[in-house]
Protein backbone atom coordinates (compact mmCIF):
# COMPACT_ATOMS: atom_id res chain seq x y z
CA UNK A 1 0.00 0.00 0.00
CA UNK A 2 1.27 3.46 -0.46
CA UNK A 3 2.54 5.56 2.36
CA UNK A 4 -0.40 8.63 2.56
CA UNK A 5 1.65 11.79 1.05
CA UNK A 6 0.91 14.40 4.08
CA UNK A 7 0.71 17.90 1.47
CA UNK A 8 -2.95 18.26 1.03
CA UNK A 9 -4.25 18.83 -2.91
CA UNK A 10 -7.24 21.43 -2.85
CA UNK A 11 -9.68 20.31 -5.65
CA UNK A 12 -12.12 23.24 -6.74
CA UNK A 13 -15.56 22.12 -7.88
CA UNK A 14 -16.27 25.33 -9.42
CA UNK A 15 -12.86 24.71 -11.16
CA UNK A 16 -14.07 21.01 -12.80
CA UNK A 17 -17.30 22.14 -13.65
CA UNK A 18 -17.15 25.67 -14.82
CA UNK A 19 -20.59 26.64 -12.76
CA UNK A 20 -21.55 27.46 -9.84
CA UNK A 21 -24.29 24.64 -9.97
CA UNK A 22 -23.74 20.91 -9.21
CA UNK A 23 -27.09 19.71 -10.20
CA UNK A 24 -25.88 17.11 -12.57
CA UNK A 25 -24.83 13.24 -11.61
CA UNK A 26 -22.48 14.14 -15.24
CA UNK A 27 -20.62 17.08 -13.24
CA UNK A 28 -20.71 15.16 -10.31
CA UNK A 29 -18.72 12.25 -12.26
CA UNK A 30 -16.16 14.37 -13.37
CA UNK A 31 -15.56 15.88 -10.09
CA UNK A 32 -15.12 11.76 -9.01
CA UNK A 33 -12.85 11.26 -11.92
CA UNK A 34 -10.38 13.86 -10.55
CA UNK A 35 -10.10 13.03 -6.73
CA UNK A 36 -10.26 8.94 -6.98
CA UNK A 37 -6.83 8.94 -8.53
CA UNK A 38 -5.70 10.90 -6.13
CA UNK A 39 -7.16 8.83 -3.35
CA UNK A 40 -5.54 5.56 -4.99
CA UNK A 41 -1.94 7.03 -4.75
CA UNK A 42 -2.73 7.84 -0.99
CA UNK A 43 -3.11 11.66 -1.86
CA UNK A 44 -4.43 13.84 0.86
CA UNK A 45 -7.30 15.87 -0.38
CA UNK A 46 -9.85 18.62 0.60
CA UNK A 47 -12.73 19.23 -2.11
CA UNK A 48 -13.31 22.71 -1.93
CA UNK A 49 -17.14 24.10 -2.48
CA UNK A 50 -16.11 27.96 -2.67
CA UNK A 51 -18.11 29.35 -5.17
CA UNK A 52 -20.87 26.87 -5.53
CA UNK A 53 -23.92 27.92 -4.67
CA UNK A 54 -26.39 24.74 -5.65
CA UNK A 55 -25.70 21.07 -5.15
CA UNK A 56 -28.35 18.30 -4.89
CA UNK A 57 -27.67 14.50 -3.79
CA UNK A 58 -27.31 13.39 -7.79
CA UNK A 59 -23.89 15.41 -8.20
CA UNK A 60 -22.68 14.73 -4.57
CA UNK A 61 -23.54 10.91 -5.30
CA UNK A 62 -21.63 10.77 -8.05
CA UNK A 63 -18.60 12.86 -6.61
CA UNK A 64 -18.38 11.37 -3.31
CA UNK A 65 -20.65 8.87 -2.64
CA UNK A 66 -19.27 6.43 -5.35
CA UNK A 67 -15.53 6.62 -3.13
CA UNK A 68 -17.47 4.38 -0.68
CA UNK A 69 -17.47 1.78 -3.18
CA UNK A 70 -13.97 2.02 -4.17
CA UNK A 71 -12.35 2.20 -1.24
CA UNK A 72 -12.85 1.95 2.70
CA UNK A 73 -14.42 4.15 4.58
CA UNK A 74 -11.06 4.37 7.02
CA UNK A 75 -9.05 5.90 4.46
CA UNK A 76 -11.50 7.81 3.15
CA UNK A 77 -11.63 9.42 6.27
CA UNK A 78 -7.80 9.57 6.98
CA UNK A 79 -7.34 11.27 3.25
CA UNK A 80 -10.67 13.17 2.46
CA UNK A 81 -11.97 15.84 3.58
CA UNK A 82 -14.39 18.93 2.52
CA UNK A 83 -14.41 22.88 2.82
CA UNK A 84 -16.34 26.07 1.47
CA UNK A 85 -19.76 24.45 1.90
CA UNK A 86 -22.45 25.86 3.38
CA UNK A 87 -24.57 24.38 6.41
CA UNK A 88 -27.61 23.42 4.08
CA UNK A 89 -25.22 21.31 1.88
CA UNK A 90 -23.34 19.91 4.86
CA UNK A 91 -26.30 18.66 5.40
CA UNK A 92 -27.07 17.10 2.34
CA UNK A 93 -23.68 15.48 2.33
CA UNK A 94 -24.12 14.08 5.49
CA UNK A 95 -27.52 12.21 3.84
CA UNK A 96 -25.46 11.00 1.00
CA UNK A 97 -22.66 9.92 2.75
CA UNK A 98 -24.76 7.80 5.29
CA UNK A 99 -26.60 6.64 2.28
CA UNK A 100 -23.93 5.58 0.45
CA UNK A 101 -22.55 3.78 3.03
CA UNK A 102 -25.56 1.41 3.18
CA UNK A 103 -26.14 1.35 -0.55
CA UNK A 104 -22.55 -0.38 -0.81
CA UNK A 105 -23.24 -2.70 2.57
CA UNK A 106 -26.85 -3.84 2.17
CA UNK A 107 -28.20 -3.44 -1.08
CA UNK A 108 -29.43 -7.13 -1.41
CA UNK A 109 -30.55 -6.97 2.33
CA UNK A 110 -32.93 -4.22 2.04
CA UNK A 111 -34.21 -5.57 -1.74
CA UNK A 112 -34.60 -8.53 -0.24
CA UNK A 113 -36.64 -7.23 2.21
CA UNK A 114 -38.96 -4.65 -0.09
CA UNK A 115 -39.70 -7.99 -1.89
CA UNK A 116 -40.66 -9.46 0.96
CA UNK A 117 -42.94 -7.11 1.84
CA UNK A 118 -44.67 -6.67 -1.71
CA UNK A 119 -45.20 -10.25 -1.07
CA UNK A 120 -45.88 -11.66 -4.49
CA UNK A 121 -42.31 -12.29 -5.62
CA UNK A 122 -42.74 -14.11 -9.32
CA UNK B 1 -61.75 13.44 -31.82
CA UNK B 2 -63.35 15.98 -29.72
CA UNK B 3 -62.59 15.69 -26.24
CA UNK B 4 -64.14 17.81 -23.68
CA UNK B 5 -61.85 18.69 -20.50
CA UNK B 6 -63.53 19.70 -17.03
CA UNK B 7 -61.96 21.84 -14.05
CA UNK B 8 -58.32 20.66 -13.64
CA UNK B 9 -56.84 21.48 -10.22
CA UNK B 10 -54.13 19.74 -8.33
CA UNK B 11 -55.96 17.12 -6.72
CA UNK B 12 -56.73 13.35 -7.75
CA UNK B 13 -59.31 14.33 -9.78
CA UNK B 14 -57.59 16.53 -11.81
CA UNK B 15 -55.04 14.22 -12.30
CA UNK B 16 -57.79 12.12 -13.23
CA UNK B 17 -59.01 14.15 -16.06
CA UNK B 18 -55.77 13.75 -17.74
CA UNK B 19 -55.63 10.08 -17.81
CA UNK B 20 -58.97 9.90 -18.90
CA UNK B 21 -57.82 12.27 -21.99
CA UNK B 22 -54.77 9.85 -22.45
CA UNK B 23 -56.57 6.83 -22.26
CA UNK B 24 -59.11 8.62 -25.24
CA UNK B 25 -56.71 10.01 -27.39
CA UNK B 26 -53.83 6.82 -27.11
CA UNK B 27 -55.16 5.36 -29.83
CA UNK B 28 -55.26 8.56 -32.15
CA UNK B 29 -52.29 8.39 -35.01
CA UNK B 30 -52.37 11.15 -37.45
CA UNK B 31 -55.78 12.18 -36.62
CA UNK B 32 -56.65 15.49 -35.20
CA UNK B 33 -57.37 15.78 -31.38
CA UNK B 34 -59.80 19.08 -30.58
CA UNK B 35 -59.46 19.79 -27.04
CA UNK B 36 -62.88 21.69 -26.06
CA UNK B 37 -62.30 23.91 -22.64
CA UNK B 38 -65.93 24.85 -22.46
CA UNK B 39 -66.30 22.96 -19.53
CA UNK B 40 -63.20 23.66 -17.68
CA UNK B 41 -64.37 26.28 -15.60
CA UNK B 42 -60.89 26.49 -13.21
CA UNK B 43 -57.58 25.42 -14.29
CA UNK B 44 -54.26 25.63 -11.80
CA UNK B 45 -51.91 27.18 -13.98
CA UNK B 46 -49.27 24.38 -12.79
CA UNK B 47 -51.04 21.48 -14.42
CA UNK B 48 -50.33 22.70 -17.52
CA UNK B 49 -47.03 20.75 -17.36
CA UNK B 50 -48.47 17.50 -16.93
CA UNK B 51 -51.15 18.15 -19.67
CA UNK B 52 -48.48 19.50 -21.49
CA UNK B 53 -46.89 16.10 -21.56
CA UNK B 54 -49.86 14.20 -22.77
CA UNK B 55 -50.47 16.67 -25.56
CA UNK B 56 -46.77 16.06 -26.41
CA UNK B 57 -47.15 11.97 -26.44
CA UNK B 58 -50.45 12.98 -28.60
CA UNK B 59 -48.93 14.86 -31.31
CA UNK B 60 -45.62 12.14 -31.00
CA UNK B 61 -48.29 10.14 -33.16
CA UNK B 62 -48.81 12.64 -35.96
CA UNK B 63 -51.70 13.70 -34.32
CA UNK B 64 -53.09 17.93 -34.81
CA UNK B 65 -54.10 19.41 -31.69
CA UNK B 66 -56.10 22.42 -31.39
CA UNK B 67 -57.21 24.04 -28.40
CA UNK B 68 -60.75 25.38 -28.32
CA UNK B 69 -63.76 27.15 -27.05
CA UNK B 70 -61.18 27.94 -23.74
CA UNK B 71 -62.93 30.71 -21.24
CA UNK B 72 -61.79 33.81 -20.75
CA UNK B 73 -60.08 34.67 -17.57
CA UNK B 74 -58.52 30.16 -17.93
CA UNK B 75 -57.49 32.03 -21.42
CA UNK B 76 -55.61 34.54 -19.27
CA UNK B 77 -53.89 32.05 -17.32
CA UNK B 78 -52.76 30.01 -20.09
CA UNK B 79 -51.28 32.72 -22.26
CA UNK B 80 -49.90 34.63 -19.25
CA UNK B 81 -47.84 31.24 -18.85
CA UNK B 82 -46.80 30.56 -22.34
CA UNK B 83 -48.90 27.62 -22.49
CA UNK B 84 -51.49 28.35 -25.21
CA UNK B 85 -48.79 30.15 -26.97
CA UNK B 86 -47.76 26.72 -28.27
CA UNK B 87 -51.08 26.29 -29.49
CA UNK B 88 -51.52 29.08 -31.82
CA UNK B 89 -52.75 31.69 -28.97
CA UNK B 90 -51.33 34.91 -28.71
CA UNK B 91 -48.87 35.62 -25.48
CA UNK B 92 -49.70 38.00 -22.93
CA UNK B 93 -47.96 39.69 -20.72
CA UNK B 94 -47.73 38.60 -16.85
CA UNK B 95 -47.20 41.87 -15.67
CA UNK B 96 -47.60 40.49 -12.33
CA UNK B 97 -44.42 38.31 -12.98
CA UNK B 98 -46.42 35.77 -10.64
CA UNK B 99 -46.29 32.76 -13.38
CA UNK B 100 -43.17 30.27 -14.32
CA UNK B 101 -43.80 30.43 -17.58
CA UNK B 102 -44.57 26.60 -19.44
CA UNK B 103 -41.72 25.45 -20.53
CA UNK B 104 -40.23 22.12 -21.67
CA UNK B 105 -36.70 20.59 -21.58
CA UNK B 106 -34.47 17.93 -23.01
CA UNK B 107 -32.90 15.52 -20.83
CA UNK B 108 -29.29 17.00 -21.03
CA UNK B 109 -31.02 20.51 -20.73
CA UNK B 110 -29.86 20.75 -16.95
CA UNK B 111 -27.72 23.69 -17.18
CA UNK B 112 -30.74 25.81 -19.51
CA UNK B 113 -33.30 24.40 -16.56
CA UNK B 114 -30.91 25.69 -14.02
CA UNK B 115 -31.09 29.49 -16.11
CA UNK B 116 -35.06 29.26 -16.28
CA UNK B 117 -34.99 28.84 -12.18
CA UNK B 118 -32.74 31.10 -11.79
CA UNK B 119 -34.65 33.70 -14.18
CA UNK B 120 -37.81 32.66 -12.95
CA UNK B 121 -37.62 32.15 -9.07
CA UNK B 122 -36.33 35.61 -8.67
CA UNK B 123 -39.02 38.04 -7.00
CA UNK B 124 -41.86 34.88 -6.45
CA UNK B 125 -41.16 34.59 -2.64
CA UNK B 126 -37.98 32.97 -2.85
CA UNK B 127 -35.43 36.14 -1.29
CA UNK B 128 -37.49 36.48 1.06
CA UNK B 129 -36.79 33.74 2.88
CA UNK B 130 -34.16 33.01 4.98
CA UNK B 131 -31.04 31.94 2.80
CA UNK B 132 -30.86 28.73 3.79
CA UNK B 133 -34.66 27.62 3.31
CA UNK B 134 -34.74 29.55 -0.40
CA UNK B 135 -31.26 27.19 -1.01
CA UNK B 136 -33.06 24.35 -0.08
CA UNK B 137 -36.10 25.06 -1.56
CA UNK B 138 -33.93 25.35 -4.97
CA UNK B 139 -32.22 22.33 -4.26
CA UNK B 140 -35.61 20.51 -3.80
CA UNK B 141 -36.62 21.62 -6.91
CA UNK B 142 -33.20 20.90 -8.57
CA UNK B 143 -33.79 17.06 -7.07
CA UNK B 144 -37.21 16.54 -8.97
CA UNK B 145 -35.65 17.51 -11.78
CA UNK B 146 -33.10 15.71 -12.04
CA UNK B 147 -34.92 12.71 -10.73
CA UNK B 148 -36.46 13.00 -14.21
CA UNK B 149 -33.47 13.37 -16.14
CA UNK B 150 -32.04 9.82 -14.40
CA UNK B 151 -35.10 7.59 -14.65
CA UNK B 152 -37.84 8.85 -16.74
CA UNK B 153 -36.46 8.07 -20.13
CA UNK B 154 -38.62 10.39 -21.21
CA UNK B 155 -37.42 10.71 -25.43
CA UNK B 156 -40.33 13.83 -25.18
CA UNK B 157 -38.73 15.78 -22.28
CA UNK B 158 -39.47 17.22 -19.09
CA UNK B 159 -42.26 19.72 -18.79
CA UNK B 160 -42.44 22.51 -15.87
CA UNK B 161 -44.56 24.75 -15.28
CA UNK B 162 -45.51 26.60 -12.25
CA UNK B 163 -47.51 29.71 -10.42
CA UNK B 164 -46.54 31.75 -7.44
CA UNK B 165 -49.34 32.92 -5.15
CA UNK B 166 -47.82 36.09 -2.99
CA UNK B 167 -50.49 36.43 -0.80
CA UNK B 168 -50.87 33.12 0.12
CA UNK B 169 -47.09 33.07 -0.06
CA UNK B 170 -47.31 29.86 -1.59
CA UNK B 171 -45.04 28.84 -5.07
CA UNK B 172 -46.26 25.86 -6.78
CA UNK B 173 -43.82 23.90 -9.37
CA UNK B 174 -44.50 21.23 -11.49
CA UNK B 175 -42.53 18.92 -13.03
CA UNK B 176 -43.90 15.95 -15.37
CA UNK B 177 -42.09 13.62 -17.59
CA UNK B 178 -43.56 11.14 -20.77
CA UNK B 179 -41.71 8.95 -20.04
CA UNK B 180 -41.60 5.16 -19.06
CA UNK B 181 -43.57 5.45 -15.60
CA UNK B 182 -42.44 4.91 -12.05
CA UNK B 183 -43.89 1.47 -11.97
CA UNK B 184 -42.57 -0.39 -15.36
CA UNK B 185 -39.02 1.25 -13.37
CA UNK B 186 -39.33 -0.40 -10.28
CA UNK B 187 -40.81 -3.85 -11.79
CA UNK B 188 -37.62 -3.98 -14.18
CA UNK B 189 -35.88 -3.72 -10.99
CA UNK B 190 -37.17 -5.91 -8.60
CA UNK B 191 -38.10 -8.21 -11.08
CA UNK B 192 -41.27 -8.65 -9.97
CA UNK B 193 -44.24 -7.74 -12.23
CA UNK B 194 -47.24 -7.71 -10.35
CA UNK B 195 -45.88 -4.06 -8.28
CA UNK B 196 -48.59 -1.91 -8.93
CA UNK B 197 -48.04 2.13 -9.15
CA UNK B 198 -49.04 2.63 -5.93
CA UNK B 199 -46.31 0.19 -4.01
CA UNK B 200 -44.03 1.31 -6.79
CA UNK B 201 -44.70 5.22 -5.47
CA UNK B 202 -44.10 4.45 -2.11
CA UNK B 203 -41.19 2.38 -2.62
CA UNK B 204 -39.73 4.90 -4.25
CA UNK B 205 -40.25 7.32 -1.61
CA UNK B 206 -38.25 4.95 1.04
CA UNK B 207 -35.31 6.82 1.56
CA UNK B 208 -32.01 4.02 0.29
CA UNK B 209 -34.34 2.91 -2.73
CA UNK B 210 -33.14 3.39 -6.33
CA UNK B 211 -33.52 2.06 -9.71
CA UNK B 212 -30.47 2.79 -9.86
CA UNK B 213 -27.70 0.29 -10.36
CA UNK B 214 -23.47 0.07 -10.33
CA UNK B 215 -21.08 2.62 -8.63
CA UNK B 216 -23.08 5.42 -8.01
CA UNK B 217 -25.38 5.24 -5.55
CA UNK B 218 -29.14 6.87 -5.10
CA UNK B 219 -32.35 7.10 -3.11
CA UNK B 220 -31.33 10.49 -1.42
CA UNK B 221 -33.60 13.10 -3.69
CA UNK B 222 -36.93 12.02 -3.01
CA UNK B 223 -36.58 11.31 0.43
CA UNK B 224 -34.65 14.71 0.70
CA UNK B 225 -37.94 16.09 -1.31
CA UNK B 226 -40.03 14.58 1.31
CA UNK B 227 -38.32 15.47 4.67
CA UNK B 228 -38.14 19.18 2.94
CA UNK B 229 -41.84 19.39 2.40
CA UNK B 230 -42.62 17.93 6.05
CA UNK B 231 -40.71 20.60 7.82
CA UNK B 232 -41.64 23.65 5.52
CA UNK B 233 -45.04 22.43 5.76
CA UNK B 234 -45.21 22.05 2.32
CA UNK B 235 -47.56 19.70 0.02
CA UNK B 236 -46.13 17.51 -2.37
CA UNK B 237 -48.23 14.83 -5.15
CA UNK B 238 -46.49 12.55 -7.40
CA UNK B 239 -48.23 10.74 -10.21
CA UNK B 240 -47.97 8.25 -12.60
CA UNK B 241 -49.57 5.37 -13.74
CA UNK B 242 -52.69 5.02 -11.97
CA UNK B 243 -50.59 5.50 -8.56
CA UNK B 244 -51.51 9.28 -7.11
CA UNK B 245 -49.45 10.11 -3.89
CA UNK B 246 -50.29 13.16 -1.71
CA UNK B 247 -47.98 14.18 1.36
CA UNK B 248 -49.69 13.38 4.64
CA UNK B 249 -52.45 11.54 2.57
CA UNK B 250 -50.48 8.61 1.47
CA UNK B 251 -51.45 6.72 -1.65
CA UNK B 252 -54.32 6.49 -3.83
CA UNK B 253 -55.32 4.98 -6.89
CA UNK B 254 -56.13 7.08 -9.99
CA UNK B 255 -59.75 4.83 -10.62
CA UNK B 256 -60.12 4.74 -14.13
CA UNK B 257 -57.22 5.68 -16.12
CA UNK B 258 -53.49 5.69 -16.12
CA UNK B 259 -51.62 9.23 -16.33
CA UNK B 260 -48.63 8.00 -18.51
CA UNK B 261 -44.60 9.44 -17.18
CA UNK B 262 -44.63 10.74 -14.02
CA UNK B 263 -45.26 14.30 -12.07
CA UNK B 264 -44.18 15.94 -9.30
CA UNK B 265 -46.11 18.78 -7.61
CA UNK B 266 -44.69 20.81 -4.98
CA UNK B 267 -45.98 23.68 -3.20
CA UNK B 268 -43.41 25.52 -1.01
CA UNK B 269 -44.68 27.46 1.76
CA UNK B 270 -42.23 30.58 1.05
CA UNK B 271 -42.95 32.64 4.22
CA UNK B 272 -41.14 29.77 5.55
CA UNK B 273 -38.37 31.03 8.08
CA UNK B 274 -36.78 27.54 9.59
CA UNK B 275 -33.16 25.96 9.65
CA UNK B 276 -32.15 23.79 7.52
CA UNK B 277 -28.88 23.39 9.46
CA UNK B 278 -27.54 20.20 10.88
CA UNK B 279 -27.41 19.95 14.56
CA UNK B 280 -23.82 21.67 15.57
CA UNK B 281 -22.00 18.74 16.40
CA UNK B 282 -21.94 17.41 13.05
CA UNK B 283 -19.09 18.97 10.78
CA UNK B 284 -17.47 18.95 7.92
CA UNK B 285 -14.73 16.76 9.58
CA UNK B 286 -16.65 13.92 10.94
CA UNK B 287 -19.26 13.78 8.15
CA UNK B 288 -17.24 10.66 6.61
Known sequence: ?122 | MIHKLGTIRSTREGFERLAQLWSEAAPLFSRGLELDLSECDFFDANMAAPLGAVLALIADKFNRIEIVRVRPAIESVLRRNGFLTNYGYRPEEDAGRTSLPFARFQLDDERLFADYLKRQLAGKGIPRMTEGVGKVSQQSIFEVFQNAVTHSESRLGIFVCGQFYPHEQRLNITIADAGVGIRDKVRVYLRNGQVSSEEAIRWALQGGNTTRTGPRPGGVGLKFLHDFVERNRGKMQMVSGDGFYEYGNGCDTLRQAELPGATVNLEINTADTQSYRLSSEVTAQNIF
Open chain 1, 1 to 122: MPETITQEIIVRVFDIIGSSLGVSSDDGQKVHDKIAPLLREGQKVSLSFDRIETIISAFLNAAIGQLYGEFPEEKIRELFNVKDMSPEDLALLKRVVDNAKLYFKNRPQFDQAWQEELGREE
